[in-house]
């Protein structure tokens, strides 16, 4: 239920659609995006692992950059797992649970985990997880199928909905000055990183951004002692 009411849900389903037309024009198999979508389950990896094979990259290579993306997940799933420690199944649970856990789940989890009961976490976790990523795997299809019908730059700007949904929605959550920071200093070095952080951008603005406003809000704390 939660898949087909939330807004990220809705924005998730507009971006694989725009996923579902990339494939198509570059002329990927079909069976392997769908595959994909299963296996990885983050827009970003999947856009790497389409255009790595579109370049004729190295599986090898594609691969690294697809783990390397997926990198900026830790934090994500560090955060969740607390709140998804099973009766049952111990870690296994967990590393499953950990698949599922992407931009959506995310901001869908760190709002209602925390305001549930503990024996209802775990399954409603799974429930929305198996959702979403059934939902990503129609839109791809129903994507593929309207290729020669959407412009091309409508099915390229829907694959920027999430970072942008997720963007606002980031904003509208952040309470602390620690938060804000994070943002600011995210967006500030996001360009410098993408000229010369290669492939790890992401990771280095991440590092970067997230540190400086670690360091800020410890020299703000020690001026109101």
């Known amino acids: 239920m939660v898949a087909a009411t939330s807004i990220q849900g809705w924005v998730l389903f507009a971006t694989f659609i725009g996923f579902g037309g990339l494939i198509r024009d570059l002329n990927f198999p079909l069976g392997a995006a769908v595959l994909s979508t299963f296996l990885i389950w983050?827009?970003?990896?999947q856009v790497l692992l389409v255009s790595g094979w579109a370049a004729g990259n190295a599986a090898a290579v594609i691969a690294l950059a697809v783990g390397l993306s997926s990198v900026r997940m830790f934090p994500m799933t560090a955060s969740l797992m607390p709140y998804l420690r099973?009766?049952?199944?111990?870690?296994f649970v967990q590393l499953l649970a950990a698949h599922f856990v992407a931009v959506t789940a995310w901001v869908e989890g760190s709002k209602r985990l925390p305001h549930m009961h503990k024996d209802r976490r775990v399954p409603f976790f799974f429930g929305m997880g198996m959702a979403l990523v059934g939902l990503s795997t129609v839109s791809t299809l129903v994507g593929y199928e309207l290729a020669g019908t959407l412009p091309h730059a409508l099915a390229t700007?829907?694959?920027?909905l999430t970072p942008i949904s997720f963007l606002l929605q980031m904003s509208s959550n952040a309470r602390d000055i620690v938060d804000k920071a994070a943002l600011a200093f995210g967006l500030g070095f996001a360009p410098v990183f993408a000229e010369i952080g290669g492939q790890l951008d992401m990771l280095w603005t991440g590092l970067a951004g997230g540190s400086a406003a670690w360091l800020l809000h410890r020299i703000l704390k020690r001026r109101k002692k």
């Open 157 to 160: 700007g829907l694959l920027f």
């Open 42 to 45: 983050a827009m970003p990896a």
């Open 86 to 91: 099973p009766k049952r199944g111990g870690v």
